[in-house]
């Protein structure tokens, strides 16, 4: 059983930088997909960033790009999302996911992913 937990939400000010985790268990995440995605009120969950377990591919929303970086660490298991340069509209549940098919084609869509987080709050005050 794939286990996916984040931490690193909070209250921050605009222009400030935050650090998300991901920590993932439960099987061998190398040949897995793994992201990014956040939700606000109201709205749709859209992607944020994407990466490849076995290479580090990586990939961003366009509204984040230059921001945030997406990264992991094999020896811990964990996936990390380091947020730089927040904005008001960054505030958002944000979402751990992991796929265990074939992804990168479907990487922006919530459907190409079969595991889930439970999601951590982001709010940025401006």
């Known amino acids: 059983q794939v286990q996916l937990v984040e931490s690193g939400g909070g209250l921050v000010q605009a222009g400030d930088s935050l650090r998300l985790s991901c920590a993932a268990s439960?099987?061998?995440?190398?040949?897995?997909?793994m992201g990014w995605f956040r939700q606000a009120p109201g709205k749709d969950r859209e992607f944020v960033a994407a990466?490849?377990?076995?290479?580090?591919?990586?990939d961003y929303a366009d509204s984040v790009k230059g921001r945030f970086t997406i990264s992991r660490d094999g020896a811990k298991n964990t996936v990390y999302l380091q947020m730089d340069s927040l904005k008001s509209e960054d505030s958002a549940v944000y979402y751990c996911?992991?796929?265990?098919?074939?992804?990168?084609?479907?990487?922006?869509?919530?459907?190409?992913?079969?595991?889930w987080g439970q999601g951590t709050q982001v709010t940025v005050s401006s």
């Open positions: 996911a992991a796929s265990s098919r074939p992804f990168w084609s479907g990487r922006y869509r919530a459907g190409g992913y079969n595991y």
């Open positions: 439960g099987r061998t995440f190398s040949n897995y997909g």
């Open positions: 990466i490849t377990w076995s290479v580090g591919r990586t």
